[in-house]
Nanobody, 127 residues
Framework: QLQLVESGGGLVQPGGSLRLSCAAS????????IGWLRQAPGKEREGVSC????????YFADSVKGRFTISRDNAKNTVYLQMNSLKPEDTGVYYC????????????????????WGQGTQVTVSS
Protein backbone atom coordinates (compact mmCIF):
# COMPACT_ATOMS: atom_id res chain seq x y z
CA GLN A 1 0.00 0.00 0.00
CA LEU A 2 1.41 3.32 -1.08
CA GLN A 3 1.57 5.87 1.67
CA LEU A 4 3.00 9.36 2.16
CA VAL A 5 3.30 10.85 5.62
CA GLU A 6 4.18 14.49 6.23
CA SER A 7 5.67 15.74 9.47
CA GLY A 8 7.49 18.73 10.86
CA GLY A 9 4.73 21.31 10.85
CA GLY A 10 3.95 23.54 13.77
CA LEU A 11 3.66 27.07 15.06
CA VAL A 12 6.57 29.40 14.33
CA GLN A 13 7.14 33.13 14.59
CA PRO A 14 7.68 35.24 11.49
CA GLY A 15 11.26 34.93 10.37
CA GLY A 16 11.57 31.45 11.81
CA SER A 17 12.28 28.13 10.14
CA LEU A 18 10.72 24.71 9.84
CA ARG A 19 11.72 21.56 8.03
CA LEU A 20 8.95 19.42 6.67
CA SER A 21 9.47 15.76 5.89
CA CYS A 22 7.58 13.55 3.47
CA ALA A 23 8.21 9.89 4.21
CA ALA A 24 7.11 7.29 1.70
CA SER A 25 6.26 3.66 2.30
CA UNK A 26 5.07 0.92 0.03
CA UNK A 27 7.04 2.18 -2.95
CA UNK A 28 10.52 3.24 -3.93
CA UNK A 29 10.45 6.98 -3.77
CA UNK A 30 13.35 7.26 -6.19
CA UNK A 31 10.94 6.28 -8.99
CA UNK A 32 8.69 9.20 -8.13
CA UNK A 33 8.70 12.93 -8.54
CA ILE A 34 7.56 14.68 -5.37
CA GLY A 35 5.69 17.93 -5.03
CA TRP A 36 4.84 20.09 -2.06
CA LEU A 37 1.61 22.03 -2.18
CA ARG A 38 -0.18 24.07 0.45
CA GLN A 39 -3.67 25.24 1.18
CA ALA A 40 -4.55 28.23 3.28
CA PRO A 41 -8.02 28.62 4.81
CA GLY A 42 -10.50 29.76 2.20
CA LYS A 43 -7.98 29.47 -0.63
CA GLU A 44 -7.25 26.98 -3.33
CA ARG A 45 -4.37 24.55 -3.05
CA GLU A 46 -1.22 26.07 -4.53
CA GLY A 47 2.07 24.55 -5.58
CA VAL A 48 5.11 25.41 -3.52
CA SER A 49 7.98 23.29 -4.76
CA CYS A 50 8.84 20.02 -6.44
CA UNK A 51 11.80 17.75 -7.06
CA UNK A 52 12.36 15.20 -9.79
CA UNK A 53 13.07 11.56 -9.05
CA UNK A 54 16.78 12.01 -9.72
CA UNK A 55 16.94 15.35 -7.85
CA UNK A 56 18.21 16.85 -11.12
CA UNK A 57 15.32 19.26 -11.38
CA UNK A 58 13.65 21.39 -8.76
CA TYR A 59 11.11 24.17 -8.91
CA PHE A 60 9.96 26.84 -6.50
CA ALA A 61 6.97 29.13 -6.62
CA ASP A 62 7.93 32.79 -6.81
CA SER A 63 6.42 33.36 -3.39
CA VAL A 64 8.95 31.03 -1.73
CA LYS A 65 11.97 31.35 -4.00
CA GLY A 66 15.11 32.14 -2.05
CA ARG A 67 13.52 31.09 1.24
CA PHE A 68 12.64 27.42 0.72
CA THR A 69 14.82 24.55 -0.40
CA ILE A 70 13.88 21.00 -1.32
CA SER A 71 15.95 17.86 -1.11
CA ARG A 72 15.52 14.13 -1.01
CA ASP A 73 17.23 11.21 0.64
CA ASN A 74 16.26 8.18 -1.40
CA ALA A 75 18.00 5.86 1.01
CA LYS A 76 15.51 7.01 3.64
CA ASN A 77 12.65 7.32 1.13
CA THR A 78 12.12 10.86 2.37
CA VAL A 79 11.84 14.30 0.80
CA TYR A 80 12.46 17.44 2.84
CA LEU A 81 11.20 20.99 2.48
CA GLN A 82 13.37 23.44 4.40
CA MET A 83 11.45 26.63 5.02
CA ASN A 84 13.35 29.70 6.19
CA SER A 85 12.35 33.32 6.76
CA LEU A 86 8.77 32.25 7.19
CA LYS A 87 6.00 34.77 6.72
CA PRO A 88 2.40 34.78 7.94
CA GLU A 89 1.27 34.20 4.36
CA ASP A 90 3.09 30.85 4.43
CA THR A 91 0.44 29.59 6.85
CA GLY A 92 -1.54 26.61 5.64
CA VAL A 93 -1.73 22.86 5.43
CA TYR A 94 1.24 21.51 3.54
CA TYR A 95 0.81 18.36 1.48
CA CYS A 96 3.34 16.24 -0.29
CA UNK A 97 2.34 14.35 -3.39
CA UNK A 98 3.99 11.74 -5.58
CA UNK A 99 3.85 10.67 -9.19
CA UNK A 100 5.59 7.69 -10.72
CA UNK A 101 7.69 8.77 -13.69
CA UNK A 102 10.59 7.51 -15.76
CA UNK A 103 11.47 11.08 -16.65
CA UNK A 104 14.30 11.82 -14.26
CA UNK A 105 13.99 15.55 -14.94
CA UNK A 106 10.25 16.00 -14.49
CA UNK A 107 8.35 17.47 -11.62
CA UNK A 108 5.34 19.73 -11.28
CA UNK A 109 3.63 21.98 -8.76
CA UNK A 110 0.23 21.37 -10.32
CA UNK A 111 -2.09 19.42 -8.06
CA UNK A 112 -3.57 17.66 -11.09
CA UNK A 113 -0.22 16.08 -11.89
CA UNK A 114 -0.06 13.85 -8.83
CA UNK A 115 -1.57 10.48 -8.02
CA UNK A 116 -0.61 9.93 -4.40
CA TRP A 117 -1.12 12.34 -1.52
CA GLY A 118 -0.24 12.59 2.12
CA GLN A 119 -2.64 13.73 4.81
CA GLY A 120 -0.99 17.12 5.29
CA THR A 121 0.78 18.91 8.10
CA GLN A 122 -0.26 22.28 9.52
CA VAL A 123 2.15 25.19 9.37
CA THR A 124 1.19 28.35 11.25
CA VAL A 125 3.35 31.45 11.10
CA SER A 126 2.25 33.94 13.70
CA SER A 127 3.61 36.13 16.45
Amino acid sequence: QLQLVESGGGLVQPGGSLRLSCAASGFAQNDYAIGWLRQAPGKEREGVSCISSSSSATYFADSVKGRFTISRDNAKNTVYLQMNSLKPEDTGVYYCAAKFTRDYYWCSVSADAYDEWGQGTQVTVSS
